[in-house]
């Protein structure tokens, strides 16, 4: 294992007590996402379902969307693709045990993207399995924004060549526009 892969790995157990920490300080922080939806756009937005303190996405999609489309993530493998959810409709449990829509395959425009550290840069640590890199690497068009806690902010991230860098974060104090660029 390299010295960055490395790095990555024990950020991340630091950053699932950092995210831990701040979910049960703010158990309202998808409805404060859902606040600063005006500063974002979408013609079919694409989020996730929250695991593990994530900060729930959801409120923030829909209030983006404005009744439109909202996409979810389905796993096959190392790939990730969405298709169309909407609240209520049923979901059956994929791959990680992470629920997944049954409707149609569809391209969203706009990714929020789940995380466990961020820069203001851009940079990104996720989970380990680089779906949502070989997404938006795969996509160049899709603007993709991370969806974090203000806490899991970091000065720094290592980073390698696969990482692709983020537009902007949202968080529950608001919308961070990244200086996107290695």
């Known amino acids: 294992m390299n010295t960055v892969a490395r790095q990555k790995r024990t950020l ?4 699932k007590a950092r995210r831990s920490d701040a979910a049960r300080a703010a158990p309202a922080a998808g409805e404060q996402l859902a606040a600063h939806a005006l500063k974002l756009s979408g013609a079919c937005v694409a989020a996730y379902r929250p695991i593990r303190a994530e900060i729930d996405p959801l409120p923030l999609a829909m ?6 489309p909202i996409a979810l993530p389905v796993t096959r493998g190392p790939h ?16 990680f045990g992470i629920e997944e829509p049954l409707g ?7 990714v929020l993207v789940p ?3 961020f820069t203001r840069r851009g940079e990104r640590l996720g989970y380990g399995a680089g779906h949502y890199d070989r997404y938006l690497a795969a996509h160049p068009g899709v603007r ?4 974090a806690f203000a806490a899991q902010e970091l000065t720094s991230l290592p980073t390698e060549p696969h990482d692709v860098f983020l537009e902007a974060i949202a968080t529950e104090r608001g919308i961070i526009t990244c200086g996107v660029g290695r």
Do not use: S
């Not at 209030?63 to 439109?68: L, P």
């Not at 149609?104 to 706009?110: A, K, N, R």
């Not at 993709?144 to 969806?147: C, D, E, H, L, T």
């Open 144 to 147: 993709a924004v991370g969806v």
């Open 104 to 110: 149609d395959e569809v391209e969203p425009d706009l």
């Open 63 to 68: 209030t983006i969307a404005g009744g439109g």
């Open 115 to 117: 995380l466990l550290g």
């Open 80 to 95: 990730i693709f969405f298709r169309a959810w909407k609240p209520g409709e049923p979901l059956v449990r994929g791959a």
């Open 12 to 15: 991340r157990e630091e950053l």
